[in-house]
């Protein structure tokens, strides 16, 4: 057996086999002695047929035997032999029986080795949370917009920005072909998703008017069936509503404060954490982008596709549980998988320094700190129910994982600067 074994990059390695033909020959062989002993060929009783018999039916299966085998064998020597630290199964590329006997072409991806040179002594950079009067206004409207009402504005109104307007559409059609007709449409104006073509005919409209609305459907649009197209309305205003939003005290004693400065500061407060949490996420991962940088090393592209993969999973599934389906929002797996591959190499080489750095500087989360933690986490728990949790393995593998990052995380902002800016 030949192994040729070269560097395609530091992670992966192109490895190729090749087994002699006398080696090749008697292991087809020593198959086929195998297959005769269970051969049924018609005419010969079972395990009893001639081995030229055997041969001339059952060479197909042999030789099938023979390079799952080999391939099988040899991989698990040159991966002991070599201390290849695979991270991903090997990619068969080729197989193939020859004249000169058999050979074998994979591709192997291993695990990095970080080599850690400049870990200490940098700057980080971080944003400092600052919450804006715009910010906490613009919440405000949010909250204040669950509680909206609508009044009749009279048979005499004007339909105005803003409004609610109920409408019956005598006909709808799509290109020509009728839709529908004779049905009732709330027109909330209030909304800015609605199309400017249909704003326009009803702002200014009164109770009893007829407008006629011709909508071209844009190329983006989120329903393919109206992709492109030209939608043509005839419509009545039927019924003008006027939104009318609630006080600022009122707005606070419908939210349980007992005015509206504590409504205020409250929202003040959420922004603040959430701002501070969203924040935390950017740190972290510029942190690791700029170690990343200082300690350059490669990835395995199998992982990184695979964890691109998930993430795409993940958006595709978020998208069905708000309600809304992904293949109407066209959505593109490849697009979308592409997307996230900075990302998916980005949380791997987070994962890869974290490691090297625990290995480093000797970091790690004792049984005692475990279990100090998760009975905090878990003490609203029944006692019984928190007796599965505690000798769940997979549970207090994610307690221990997350606490590790965490302790490593410390440690680099303890060597390091951090600037807020």
């Given at each position: 057996m030949?192994?040729?074994?070269?560097?395609?990059?530091?992670?992966?390695?192109?490895?190729i086999?090749t087994f002699?033909k006398d080696?090749v020959?008697n292991?087809?062989?020593?198959?086929?002695?195998k297959?005769?002993?269970?051969a049924?060929?018609?005419?010969?009783?079972?395990g009893k047929a001639?081995?030229?018999?055997?041969?001339k039916?059952?060479?197909?299966?042999?030789?099938?035997?023979?390079a799952?085998?080999?391939?099988?064998?040899?991989?698990?020597n040159?991966?002991?032999e070599?201390?290849?630290d695979?991270a991903?199964?090997?990619i068969?590329?080729d197989?193939k029986?020859t004249?000169d006997?058999f050979m074998f072409?994979v591709?192997?991806?291993?695990h990095?080795?970080?080599?850690l040179k400049?870990?200490?002594?940098l700057t980080f950079?971080?944003?400092k949370v600052?919450?804006?009067d715009?910010?906490?206004n613009?919440?405000?409207d949010?909250?204040r917009?669950?509680?909206?009402?609508y009044v009749?504005?009279?048979?005499?109104?004007?339909c105005?920005?803003?409004d609610?307007?109920?409408?019956?559409?005598i006909?709808?059609?799509?290109?020509?072909?009728e839709?529908?007709q004779?049905f009732?449409?709330n027109?909330?104006l209030s909304?800015p998703?609605?199309?400017?073509e249909?704003?326009?005919?009803?702002?200014?409209?009164k109770?009893?008017?007829?407008?006629?609305?011709?909508?071209k459907y844009?190329?983006?649009?989120?329903?393919?069936d109206?992709a492109?197209?030209?939608?043509?309305i005839l419509?009545?205003?039927?019924k003008?509503?006027?939104?009318?939003?609630p006080?600022?005290?009122e707005l606070?004693?419908?939210e349980?404060?007992?005015n509206f400065?504590q409504?205020k500061?409250?929202?003040r407060?959420?922004?603040i954490?959430?701002k501070?949490?969203?924040?935390?996420k950017?740190f972290?991962t510029?942190?690791f982008?700029?170690?990343?940088k200082e300690?350059?090393?490669?990835?395995?592209?199998s992982?990184?596709n695979d964890l691109?993969v998930?993430m795409?999973?993940d958006l595709?599934?978020?998208?069905?549980?708000?309600?809304?389906d992904?293949?109407?929002?066209?959505?593109d797996?490849n697009?979308?998988?592409?997307r996230?591959l900075?990302?998916?190499?980005m949380?791997?080489?987070q994962?890869?320094?974290?490691?090297?750095?625990?290995?480093?500087?000797?970091i790690d989360?004792t049984e005692e700190?475990l279990e100090?933690?998760?009975g905090k986490?878990?003490?609203s728990i029944?006692?019984?129910e928190k007796?599965k949790?505690?000798?769940?393995q997979r549970?207090r593998d994610?307690?221990y994982?997350?606490?590790?990052?965490k302790?490593?995380?410390e440690f680099?902002?303890s060597?390091n600067t951090?600037?807020?800016e």
């Open positions: 030949k192994v040729d074994i070269k560097d395609v990059n530091s992670v992966t390695k192109n490895v086999v002699p080696e020959e292991g087809l062989k020593s198959e086929l002695q297959i005769a002993k269970v049924q060929i018609k005419g010969f009783r079972k001639p081995f030229a018999m055997v041969e039916y059952y060479m197909p299966e042999a030789m099938e035997r023979y799952d085998k080999a391939i099988k064998e040899s991989l698990k040159i991966v002991e070599n201390k290849l695979l991903v199964t090997p068969l590329k197989q029986f004249d006997g072409d591709m192997v991806e291993l990095p080795t970080v080599e400049n870990y200490k002594g950079n971080k944003k600052v919450v804006t715009e910010e906490i613009a919440q405000i949010t909250i917009k669950k509680y909206i009402d009749d504005k009279g048979n005499d109104a004007v105005e920005d803003g609610l307007v109920n409408t019956l559409i006909s709808y059609s799509i290109d020509g072909e839709k529908g004779n009732h449409e027109i909330d909304r998703t609605i199309f400017p249909l704003r326009a005919a009803l702002v200014g409209s109770i009893g008017e007829q407008k006629e609305v011709v909508i844009p190329q983006d649009i989120g329903d393919k109206l492109s197209k030209e939608g043509k419509l009545e205003v039927k003008i509503e006027k939104q009318v939003l006080a600022d005290e606070a004693e419908k349980k404060f007992e400065e409504l500061n409250n929202v407060e959420k922004l954490e959430t501070l949490k969203d924040y935390e950017e972290r510029e942190v982008k700029i170690l990343a300690n350059p090393f490669d990835v395995p592209a992982l990184v691109a998930k795409a999973e595709y599934n978020s998208y069905k549980r708000f309600g809304l992904p293949e109407k929002l066209n959505f797996w697009a979308v998988i592409d996230y900075p990302e998916a190499e949380s791997l080489k994962q890869y320094l974290t490691k090297a750095i625990k290995e480093a500087e000797n989360v700190e100090e933690t998760l986490v878990l003490n029944p006692d019984k007796f949790y505690l000798q769940n549970v994610s307690f994982l997350d606490m590790l990052n302790k490593v995380f680099i902002l060597q951090v600037v807020e």
